[in-house]
């Protein structure tokens, strides 16, 4: 049974439209079944009847005009139930509906296994036969398998547009939406421009040349075109992005070197192999190499090397990639989006970006967040070769991707997305004011940075000093790790930048989700492997050498907070204090006369919410992490599209160790924060100032409006909410009575406004 599955299967997904997939399917089941009949009956949400689409056995001509209510007929019965129903003899049942057009009256068994996708009923699979029989539990689970894989056809078909006629109306594109990984926040309607690669290395042949001279030459003008391309591209956006970000460009540059690709696709040409095919051979096996891992940012080189392969091969083919237009409003839509795709929409243009593969640890992500572009990731669903020029809607909130969305929703989103506009401005007003409640409660607003561009963005929205510099993006962005000197360097840049501001900057914290190319950590389970401090602690080379620029770069400034990642108990901190002390003395042996800084510790792991007190004990902050301690403590990881909406920062659980760490923290005589989206949630950071956290840390877009909305409450109120929602056992309900208490209080327009949209 399974070689026939798998058969049907790879037959379906090389179907050219849903009409021949279904036909495939009613076809293949019945022989694999040795049944007399299979038929498909799919749901027309604009009649919201089942309706035959597809069979092998009974009347064709009925196709189309057989349809049932959901309360009629045992298809309506395995629609309702969302379960497989299983017959000896079908005309029993009370739910027994004769059609006579069908010609079914000589079926007498039954089996019907319900269409399902994203817990949406989309239709379901039919199988009779003459004789009475009770289909085995393996006959069922097979019919189960496939309606499963039919599911996933039909969402696929619904996004092209390739269901038409199902209604009475045949209409012909249907609104579809396609969940993925949100990449940077915010929400925009525009159209869709799909950009594809612009040569195919993969149909590039071998050919063997004599002249190898004159391919070295084709190479060698090709490589320094791309490199031409790549400079005009950097310093186009000279205007949009600040130095540290279009060192990504020189990431490029410094793979087309002679010690890089050039290199090696020189060797292969000087083998008499032509320059096309030589670039083909050597890109092939880097890209090879790359996907192979399962580390996520080590992955995410693979497209650099793919587009970089695809440029110089458009410059060898003397083709290069056709001018594509962009119209107001473009929403750039690609398998594959790269950072060098960006630079090419004329400015003012682009307003969103949607990519098929990557994820929020994209370079096209950071791009995104540094230049305030909403974007989606990870839209695995969406078949994107077919939306070229459509409506596109996408929600950078939640990641989501809307095709041919219906009037209403585009309604919906342009008012979001002027909302969002006017709210900015009206925002910029409160820069100057403090984060305080109406009876007086003083709240420190912080912010998360990385990019330099984050540090004119916090100074431009007020921020009182940094909770979380994330050292990692600088090692990310470099081929291989950086200097103490060129550490010294970037530390200096943001302290003086924040200067007298506090600034934490946590110790490099790589693994799970982010990695560097250079070093590379490959593990089934990255998420519960080495991470963190774990990793900076097993090489305390990394470790102590990052400690020492810091200490460094804070010299004559003195506003050096140092924060240690994903601690599980108190030796793993004992082990980190004795480097930064010996870290801390070298210095000082070195002539460099700094205090040794305050040290802090990330409550991230449930271990650690439960040894609050003893860690507390031995550092003088701590920080809580909500975005990794919401994923630990619920065994979510949240770049699953899976399994991303379990994902809740107001789960009941979440609430009750927030709540604990903060008593614990106090209870020792040391100051807590919180930095993570949670902080810069302003629902959210009401009742984290009810909890007593003693500042919130967030990324600079949302500082504004947490401030404006902790200015319109006090804090009496925001306890009380707090005592309210502790009582509650459900995130969703928590959430709905903080945002209708948000909005009983007039505040309303400060909630995410996607929130409200119903899709």
């Known amino acids: ?263 090696e696709v020189v060797k292969v040409i000087k083998t008499g192999q032509w320059a096309q095919g030589a670039l083909r051979q050597v890109v092939s096996e880097h890209v090879n190499r790359f996907e192979l891992m399962d580390d996520a940012y080590l992955r995410e080189r693979a497209s650099d090397v793919k587009d970089l392969g695809r440029r110089l091969l458009a410059y060898l083919q003397q083709a290069r990639q056709q001018t594509l237009t962009y119209p107001d409003n473009t929403i750039l839509v690609s398998e594959e989006l790269s950072p060098s795709m960006l630079g090419e929409v004329p400015e003012g243009k682009l307003v969103g970006l949607v990519s098929v593969l990557g994820s929020g640890n994209s370079h096209v992500a950071i791009f995104a967040r540094a230049m305030g572009i909403p974007t989606v990731m990870g839209a ?43 709210l900015s401005q009206g925002l910029d007003a409160l820069r100057a004011l403090p984060c305080e409640t109406l ?124 924060l240690l990642p994903m601690i599980s108990g108190v030796q793993e901190l004992e082990e980190a204090l004795h480097l930064i002390h010996r870290a801390w003395g070298e210095v000082r042996d070195e002539g460099t006369d700094v205090p040794l800084p305050p040290i802090g510790v990330m409550i991230e792991i449930p271990a650690a919410v439960y040894q609050t007190r003893e860690l507390a004990r031995q550092v003088d902050f701590l920080s809580v992490g909500s975005n990794d301690l919401t994923q630990y403590l619920l065994a979510v990881d949240r770049n699953n599209p899976r399994v991303a909406d379990l994902y809740d920062f107001y789960h009941p659980a979440v609430l009750q160790a927030l709540m604990k760490v903060v008593e614990d923290a106090h209870a020792e005589g040391k100051p807590v924060s919180i930095c993570g989206e949670m902080a810069g949630d302003p629902a959210a950071a009401v009742l984290l100032t009810a909890m007593g956290f003693d500042s919130l840390s967030m990324n600079a877009t949302n500082l504004p409006k947490v401030k404006w909305l902790l200015r319109q409450v006090t804090m009496t109120k925001a306890q009380d909410l707090l005592s309210k929602v502790m009582k509650i056992d459900n995130p969703h309900l928590v959430d709905s009575t903080l945002q209708l208490a948000l909005r009983n209080l007039g505040l309303g327009r400060m909630i995410n406004p996607a929130s409200d949209i119903q899709a």
């Open 1 to 263: 049974m399974l070689n026939t599955l798998r058969k049907i299967v790879q037959e379906v997904n090389a179907a050219k439209d849903l009409k021949s997939a279904l036909g495939i399917i009613v076809q293949r089941v019945k022989e694999a079944m040795g049944s007399q009949v299979c038929s498909v009956y799919l749901l027309d949400p604009e009649t919201n009847r089942f309706v035959l689409m597809a069979t092998d056995g009974l009347n064709k001509r009925s196709i189309g005009k057989v349809s049932m209510a959901p309360n009629e007929g045992l298809v309506g019965l395995v629609g309702t139930r969302e379960e497989p129903l299983n017959l000896e003899d079908a005309a029993a049942h009370p739910r027994y509906r004769y059609f006579a057009e069908t010609g079914e009256e000589r079926y007498a068994s039954f089996l019907g296994s319900p269409i399902i996708h994203h817990r949406r009923v989309m239709g379901v699979l039919v199988i009779q036969q003459k004789e009475r029989r009770q289909f085995d539990e393996g006959e069922e689970a097979f019919l189960v398998t496939m309606s499963a894989q039919l599911a996933g056809v039909i969402a696929h078909a619904e996004a092209t547009g390739s269901i038409r006629g199902l209604g009475r109306q045949g209409k012909g594109i249907q609104e579809a939406k396609f969940v993925g990984v949100p990449g940077s926040p915010g929400a925009a309607v525009g159209t869709a421009v799909v950009v594809l690669p612009p040569a195919d290395l993969e149909v590039v042949p071998d050919k063997h040349v004599d002249d190898v001279e004159a391919e070295l030459a084709l190479f060698s003008t090709a490589l320094e075109g791309v490199r031409r391309d790549m400079r005009a591209l950097s310093a186009k956006m000279a205007t949009q992005l600040r130095k540290e970000e279009r060192a990504l460009f020189d990431v490029y540059l410094m793979m087309l070197e002679d010690a890089a690709l050039g290199n």
């Open 380 to 422: 695995v669903d969406l078949p994107y070769s077919k939306i070229d020029g459509i409506q596109l809607i996408i929600d950078g909130y939640h990641g989501e991707v809307f095709t041919n969305p219906s009037e209403l929703l585009r309604k919906q989103y342009a008012d979001v997305v002027e909302e969002e506009r006017q």
């Open 439 to 562: 009876d007086g409660h003083r709240m420190p607003l912080w912010v998360n940075t990385g990019l330099l561009a984050d540090v004119a963005r916090a100074q431009e929205r007020g921020a009182e000093g940094v909770g979380l510099y994330r050292t990692e993006v600088p090692f990310m962005i470099n081929e291989r790790f950086p200097s103490e000197k060129e550490q010294l360097a970037i530390y200096r840049e943001q302290l003086q930048a924040f200067h007298p501001l506090p600034v934490t900057m946590r110790s490099l914290d790589i693994g799970g989700d982010k990695a560097l190319s250079y070093f590379p950590i490959k593990e089934d389970n990255p998420f519960l492997g080495w991470r963190g401090i774990r990793v900076t602690l097993d090489h305390p080379e990394i470790f102590l050498v990052q400690t020492r620029a810091m200490l460094k770069a804070s010299e004559g400034l003195n506003n050096l907070r140092i």
